[in-house]
């Protein structure tokens, strides 16, 4: 049983970027991970088993799209090796299904005829037909089978259809398998591609008529969001109005969630429990957890977004937008991409990196990306925005608050900018770097169920991290604030007398110049291993210093007790610090070095000091201390 | 009317449409790879000679990177790679 299991037979899933690979195969596997516009976002291999109507069981690979087999990047490697079968740990495939998008049939057809030349059998799946013949593209798919000599099936990835006959077609194909051949491909030269293509464009005539034709939709959306003026003030318009949803949509949900662990905070004060675990309870698990998975809200917002540009096509044309503003600054167009998902979070972020063809471009993009204003630092800029900066209206229509977040955000790529400019210049010193050259995808109305599938996905990535790694920081920390006791008869508040405060302390001489007091100094210990933790950190330091419940607001109490200079000073400090054991885990495994991961920390941390210092002293003589 | 001149793609302006005649690397010094890797990229994203070529947009500085239609697809390069292809003008042909 298990031997007939382990035997079934392997279908490799290969194509064109944008072709709707990855939609074809969650239709077929029913597996969740999500679809995209963007070249090359399929980054890691994926499997998942299907049975066919014969009772056949098969294991589907999707791989990495690509224009060749002639890999040139990471990811393109593993779609080479893996279709040539010299993976050691996989399977070789019994069959190459070439997935290819019907409204844009010419590179696919060249690279179908590459796929031939493999010696496995090989069939071809239409994707997207609809769109083709909404669009008038006619194609005959009996002479498009005849020409290129391999079978060739219509479906409909995104609305599931066609996938019966895909899997009918599985089935006959796989019924006749001829004897597994031995790999016989070689790196096709000039000439080899330019024979091919030309044969490509034959079959092309043969088939299919009306397959130049520009999608109408596409031309007119692109005069506007590709102009060069135009296309800038809209992208820029669209990063401001992320920032402000963020802050602003966010804000009654998230005001639900907070009043509901403060109910939930007062319900576990009142239980008949001793008084260490009441408190417990109270500062330490609820008030902590809670005044982090308050921002779900802001998270799942930023995340739509992305999410949304990637799938209507958008990401490639910010790219373009972006490549001559990002080439002055010695990164190259397609960072553009890994830097923006470093917005979410730095670690898709880097692991998107992989798009990145050089070595150096790729580090660079690397280094950098922790430096983009991920998602746990919402909170901590969420918190001393709101506590120091009053919530006033600039030109009676844009917040105040909104306008300092979105200044953050400027310092962080600023910075990035600036990092790479220098890395580029006196580290590298190269000039002409790899070609900036991308496919524009026509644009393709988001699918809800793949948007749902994305965000689901983060969100329950976050409330993991909130489950797990942030609460177990919340219970050391209330330890360290807990313990040891006060003495009996003691006069100053409990904290004062803790474990935290002997470490906050300890470091005081390192961070008075930054404002910090050694109450921030605690929240930052934990914050090295999650930015976010800092937040609950600093409430249930603060909530037992103060002997007060949970239910006082956090901002409240740092007002009362920070000066605005020490408030700027911490916010310059996140900007820059590296504050997230997991994205280094991930630069220590995407360049499979220590010494990358050592350099990032270290000028990030010298970043970090010098910006806060900076602000701080700057802002103290300004009379803000 | 029709007149014939040929031209790199990287020189041509916004509207420009044409057929590629040629693939030139010794045209494009300044590209950011050796010749044979460069023009075997282009080859990939379907640059190939007899292909129609439309120049739709380009960037605001300095007209780079641009987006080139070629036959069915759209493909965005920066204007020193696109040196290397050269192209004919077909005027006044609808």
């Not at chain 1, 382990?6 to 690979?21: F, M, R, Y």
């Not at chain 1, 299904?97 to 069939?123: H, T, W, Y």
């Not at chain 1, 600039?394 to 990092?419: E, K, P, R, S």
Request: overall charge positive; glycine content about 8%.
């Amino acid at each position: 049983m298990n031997v007939a299991v382990d035997l079934a037979p392997v279908v490799a899933l290969v194509g064109n970027p944008n072709c709707g690979k990855t939609a074809l195969f969650n239709a077929l596997t029913g597996s969740r991970q999500k679809v995209a516009n963007y070249p090359g976002v399929t980054v890691e291999k994926k499997t998942g088993r299907v049975v066919t109507p014969a009772g056949r069981s098969l294991d589907i690979v999707d791989l990495p799209g690509t224009y060749s087999l002639r890999a040139r990047s990471p990811d393109e490697e593993i779609t080479r090796d893996a279709v040539l079968g010299k993976l050691v740990t996989e399977r070789a495939p019994d069959l190459i299904v070439c997935v290819a998008d019907a409204s844009n049939l010419r590179l696919a057809l060249r690279l179908a005829l590459e796929l031939k030349q493999v010696g496995r059998p090989v069939l071809m799946s239409l994707n997207m037909m609809d769109i083709a013949k909404k669009r008038g593209i006619d194609i005959d798919l009996d002479v498009l089978s005849r020409e290129l000599g391999i079978p060739v099936v219509a479906s409909i990835a995104v609305r599931r259809g066609g996938i019966d006959r895909l899997m009918q077609a599985l089935d006959e194909r796989l019924s006749r398998l001829p004897p597994a051949g031995t790999a016989d491909w070689r790196a096709p030269d000039a000439s080899a591609l330019r024979n091919a293509q030309h044969e490509a464009d034959r079959v092309l005539r043969a088939a299919i008529r009306n397959a130049g034709q520009l999608d109408p939709g596409t031309a007119k959306a692109d005069k506007l969001v590709l102009h060069p003026v135009g296309g800038l003030i809209i992208l820029l318009a669209i990063l401001f109005v992320m920032f402000q949803a963020v802050f602003a949509w966010a804000q009654p949900v998230m005001n639900l969630i907070s009043d509901g662990f403060t109910w939930l905070g007062v319900q576990a004060a009142a239980l008949p429990l001793p008084e260490i675990i009441r408190s417990f309870l109270k500062d330490g698990l609820i008030s902590g957890v809670g005044s982090v998975i308050v921002f779900l809200p802001q998270i799942v917002i930023l995340f739509l977004f992305i999410l949304l540009l990637e799938d209507l096509g958008y990401m490639a044309r910010a790219a373009f937008l972006m490549d001559r503003i990002m080439g002055g600054a010695g990164l190259h167009g397609r960072a553009f991409i890994p830097l923006l998902s470093s917005f979410a979070c730095a670690i898709p972020g880097i692991m998107a990196t992989r798009v990145i063809d050089d070595r150096r471009d790729r580090l660079t993009t690397i280094l950098v990306a922790p430096l983009m204003t991920c998602s746990a630092r919402i909170p901590v800029y969420t918190l001393i925005i709101s506590a120091f900066v009053p919530d006033t209206k600039v030109w009676g229509f844009i917040g105040l608050q909104g306008l300092v977040m979105f200044g953050l955000y400027a310092a962080g790529i600023t910075g990035a900018l600036t990092v790479s400019f220098v890395a580029k210049r006196f580290f590298w010193r190269t000039t002409a770097g790899e070609p900036f050259m991308l496919e524009l995808p026509d644009y393709k109305i988001p699918q809800l169920r793949s948007l749902a599938i994305g965000v689901t996905t983060r969100a329950l990535a976050f409330l993991k991290r909130a489950g797990t790694t942030i609460l177990s920081m919340m219970i050391l920390i209330w330890v360290l604030a807990s313990f040891p006791q006060p003495p009996e008869g003691a006069t100053e508040p409990a904290i004062d007398y803790s474990l935290a405060a002997k470490i906050g302390r300890a470091i005081e001489p390192v961070t008075t110049p930054l404002g910090f007091n050694w109450q921030i100094n605690v929240a930052l210990i934990p914050g090295m291993a999650a930015r976010e933790v800092a937040v609950g950190a600093l409430g249930t330091i603060y909530a037992v210093d103060a002997g007060e419940g949970a239910e006082e607001k956090i901002g409240k109490v740092l007002a009362g007790q920070w000066s605005l200079a020490t408030a700027l000073a911490l916010l310059a400090w996140y900007v820059f610090a590296p504050q997230c054991a997991s994205t280094l885990a991930v630069i220590r495994r995407e360049t499979g070095s220590w010494r990358w991961m050592a350099v990032t920390f270290f000028y990030m941390l010298a970043l970090a000091y010098a910006a806060a210092f900076a602000t701080f002293q700057i802002a103290r003589a300004a009379g803000a201390g | 009317m029709t007149t014939i001149s040929t031209l790199a793609l990287g020189d041509a302006r916004v509207g420009f449409r044409g057929r590629i005649t040629a693939l030139d690397m010794t045209r494009a010094p300044a590209a950011g790879l050796p010749a044979p890797e460069l023009e075997r990229r282009l080859l990939e994203l379907g640059f190939v000679e007899g292909a129609a070529v439309e120049l739709l947009h380009q960037g605001l500085f300095g007209g780079d990177p641009i987006a080139v239609r070629v036959a069915a697809t759209t493909i965005a390069l920066r204007r020193r790679e696109a040196m290397a292809v050269v192209v004919s003008q077909q005027d006044l042909q609808p």
